[in-house]
């Protein structure tokens, strides 16, 4: 089945520690994303990734950071200076053909 | 700047009934996509539409439809006899080009709640 997955789906962080989301898609898609979404509120853009080794700070990019090393995989990292990060992570891949953006089941991320 | 607007927070209808769920939209580029989305209570974004800016045919698929109106810059979506598994946040979204590809602004979302 071609798809997005994201692992975890629930993550719990201590005050402090930086965490990685996980992000995969075997659609063959060259762009991916990373939204952020906030209770009642819409999706805002993290980061983006046109290209393998290549990606650009999307309208929140402070206190994230992200790689793209391999054209399926796109990691978040939450860092500490993410001052409130407790929120819902979506990742997405888009369809050239039809700019398309198709979404991850996301991962639900809680500070403690 | 591209902004979406949903006017409509929250709605409730009972079941079988109509509901149309507005967007309005602002842009200065000529060519452009349109999308809605839903969001189960799952959480994952489930695309449903996408239509280009040059295109303003109706569409219907199932018990869906959309109208779409350049002259009002509007994107409504109309679902038809609604059911109670249509209960979700629906998203109505615009492409921006930005760096080479694109991006998505989104709407803040309308929540559509059908009961029994």
């Known amino acids: 089945d071609g798809g997005i997955t994201q692992s975890p789906k629930y993550l719990f962080r201590k005050e402090g520690q930086n965490v990685t989301l996980s992000c995969e898609q075997n659609?063959?898609?060259?762009?991916m994303y990373w939204y952020r979404q906030d209770p009642g509120q819409g999706l805002r853009l993290i980061y983006y990734s046109q290209i393998v080794n290549d990606f650009q700070k999307g309208d929140i990019a402070e206190g994230y950071s992200v790689s793209r090393e391999k054209k399926e995989s796109f990691p978040l990292t939450v860092t500490s200076a993410q001052k409130n990060p407790t929120a819902f992570y979506l990742c997405a891949s888009r369809e050239g053909a039809t700019d398309t953006q198709y979404f991850g089941p996301g991962t639900r991320l809680t500070v403690l | 700047a591209q902004k979406v607007t949903q006017a409509q927070t929250e709605i409730s209808v009972v079941e079988k009934e109509d509901v149309t769920l507005d967007c309005v939209y602002e842009?200065?580029?000529?060519?452009?996509?349109l999308f809605w989305y839903k969001q189960p209570p799952s959480g994952e974004l489930v695309f449903l539409i996408r239509r280009n800016s040059f295109d303003e045919q109706n569409e219907i698929s199932g018990r869906y439809s959309w109208n779409f109106q350049k002259s009002t810059s509007s994107f409504n979506f109309t679902i038809t006899a609604s059911q109670v598994v249509d209960s979700a946040v629906y998203f109505c979204a615009l492409s921006e080009a930005w760096l080479g590809g694109n991006k998505l602004v989104f709407g803040a979302g309308t929540i559509l709640r059908v009961k029994s």
């Open positions: 659609l063959n898609h060259d762009a």
């Open positions: 842009t200065r580029d000529t060519t452009y996509y």
